[in-house]
């Protein structure tokens, strides 16, 4: 090795564009930030003002292995801080705290007081999270913040390529903006594409009467395609206006044609993707959009069924059409309208029934509509004894459909949700016992699913909600042993499929859920729960740091966590 840099295989000087101040907390956010850097090229034009380096940002260091156990830093540490251009630092909490990322900043500042030191804020706010070492003296670094609240992590990566190369950061932002339009113009071109196909196909069709039906399917499929699967892939890169675009020439399609052109299964058809595209604007909370496109899915369906009230098919996609635009009523807090839609979704449901009887779809149709209006009661006026008629029912219903399709992974799920609202509304109304008895019976349910495919991440993951209500509720009968006798293998088969799959946030949060209730329980034995709490709270922060602070299914598990810590 040499003082300037770190000897290479053949003899000449390793230099580093960066080298990553971290604490092992902060671990897997260094390690992203590094391979984005190594990856990362600067625009040609940018480039070309600086043909002293290349379009390559550079080898970027960072390294924290044997350093728990050294006295101080190492010579390898040492050697890459002389050789690196720049600092960066990933400030959190964490951080502010760490020994070794405090000497790494006072070395690197004192082998080169010229070079630039750039702070990426990940967690916590700047005064808890930025070492002191960091400011002394007035100094302010260049900072990136990379909190989801703030810069986030395409500009805040962005601030941290302009400080390490030395190139405006306006030039950059606007690379990387021309970077995502020319993506999701790709991603266009192949929806057009798929639509010209589609009209050569339908335009082929009509040479032959066999053939056109053959086509028209295909044509048809092709629509759905564009609505479902590329849908997802525009939305990935945040381009609703495309997105939107997409959408309309899709409906386009059957809007160019005559209505008699249309075969009551291309309307149904029709009708199937404007649920689709209804369900579309929902997530992305465009109500209105959703109510227009549903009320077209309604007008179609309620048609078909006029026409043909016998028909199965068309009762069936008519009581998707009125389940949605009630779910769109609940989402504007209009219960009275949801009841009327739903009762009218019960109405299709039991016209379904008379029509296919004692079929599983006719018992799932009866039980989801009983469901529904059970939620519906439960959530608007919190009264169980008005919710648990329904309730009961779509309990009963979802047992005859699962008895009738035992081996449909969907039925078998329902019927666990079911049983899981009957225990919630046991539970309100205090009848611990038997809120005990559906929980078990959930978790019979589930396990079921789990003996068929015991790998099955989503079955363990929902297996872990009736455990979860059982520790509740026998925390609540103050049956502690009970407790923890379904505590304990509980967290032993989530660790396990954590093993299998680690980037499932999933599993991750309802491993937290348990690890509160492993506080809860220690504290009520008189055992240390104050470091099981410290525990859960410092397993709550690598979850946030290896996901995000913003993960969708976060839950209240952190909140109560921090609580926890913090009595």
């Known amino acids: 090795m040499t003082r300037g840099g770190i000897q290479s295989g053949n003899g000449a000087a390793q230099r580093f564009a960066a080298f990553i101040s971290y604490s092992h907390a902060d671990a897997a956010i260094a390690a992203k930030l590094q391979r984005k850097l190594e990856q990362y090229r600067l625009p040609r034009h940018v480039a070309a003002l600086h043909p002293e380096q290349s379009a390559d940002i550079g080898r970027i260091f960072r390294d924290r292995e044997d350093l728990a156990a050294a006295p101080s830093l190492t010579d390898a540490i040492r050697d890459a801080l002389a050789a690196a251009e720049a600092l960066i630092v990933i400030c959190s909490p964490d951080a502010r705290s760490s020994h070794w990322v405090s000497q790494e900043i006072e070395l690197f500042r004192k082998l080169h007081p010229d070079r630039p030191v750039l702070a990426a804020l990940v967690r916590g706010e700047p005064g808890e999270a930025f070492p002191p070492v960091l400011t002394e003296g007035g100094l302010e670094p260049l900072a990136a913040d990379l909190r989801p609240e703030a810069d986030g992590w395409s500009l805040g990566f962005l601030k941290i390529v302009a400080g390490i190369a030395g190139v405006p950061l306006d030039t950059l932002i606007q690379r990387d903006a021309q970077r995502r339009v020319r993506r999701v113009m790709w991603i266009t071109a192949g929806a057009l594409t798929a639509m010209l196909a589609m009209g050569i196909m339908t335009t082929l069709a009509i040479s032959a009467r066999n053939e056109a039906a053959r086509q028209r399917a295909e044509a048809e499929g092709l629509v759905e395609y564009l609505i479902t699967d590329l849908g997802s892939k525009l939305d990935g ?320 598990a952190f909140d109560a966590i921090k609580r926890q810590d913090g009595n």
């Open 237 to 556: 890169v945040g381009r609703l206006d495309v997105m939107d675009d997409v959408n309309a020439r899709a409906l386009r399609y059957y809007d160019d044609q005559t209505s008699g052109s249309l075969t009551a299964d291309s309307l149904n058809r029709r009708a199937r993707i404007l649920h689709a595209v209804g369900e579309i604007d929902i997530k992305r909370g465009d109500f209105a959009a959703a109510s227009r496109r549903l009320n077209m899915a309604n007008a179609i369906t309620s048609d078909l069924v006029k026409a043909d009230p016998d028909n199965a098919e068309h009762r069936f996609a008519n009581a998707q059409s009125v389940y949605w635009l009630g779910r769109i009523a609940v989402h504007q807090d209009s219960f009275d309208a949801a009841r009327k839609y739903w009762n009218n979704y019960l109405n299709e449901a039991r016209a379904l029934a008379r029509l296919q009887p004692n079929t599983a779809r006719s018992f799932e149709e009866m039980g989801y509509a009983h469901g529904n209006l059970c939620e519906l009661e439960f959530d608007q006026s919190s009264d169980a004894a008005k919710a648990e008629p329904d309730c009961v029912k779509s309990l009963a219903l979802m047992e005859k459909a699962a008895r009738s399709d035992p081996r449909n992974p969907k039925t078998i799920l329902a019927l666990a949700n079911r049983q899981g609202w009957m225990a919630d509304i046991f539970e309100v109304q205090g009848k611990l016992p038997k809120a005990v008895a559906q929980r078990h019976a959930e978790a019979a349910t589930v396990e079921q699913l789990i003996a068929r495919d015991p790998l099955n991440i989503e079955y363990i993951e929902r297996a872990n909600l009736p455990a979860i209500g059982l520790i509740s509720l026998y925390l609540e009968q103050g049956d502690i042993r009970a407790a923890e006798a379904v505590l304990t293998p509980a967290i032993t088969r989530i660790d396990a499929a954590i093993k299998r799959a680690d980037d499932n946030p999933g599993l991750r949060i309802e491993r937290l859920r348990l690890a509160y209730y492993h506080g809860e329980i220690d504290r009520k034995q008189g055992r240390n729960w104050r470091r099981r709490a410290a525990q859960s709270a410092e397993l709550a922060r690598q979850v946030e740091a290896q996901f995000g602070s913003g993960l969708r299914q976060r839950t209240t």
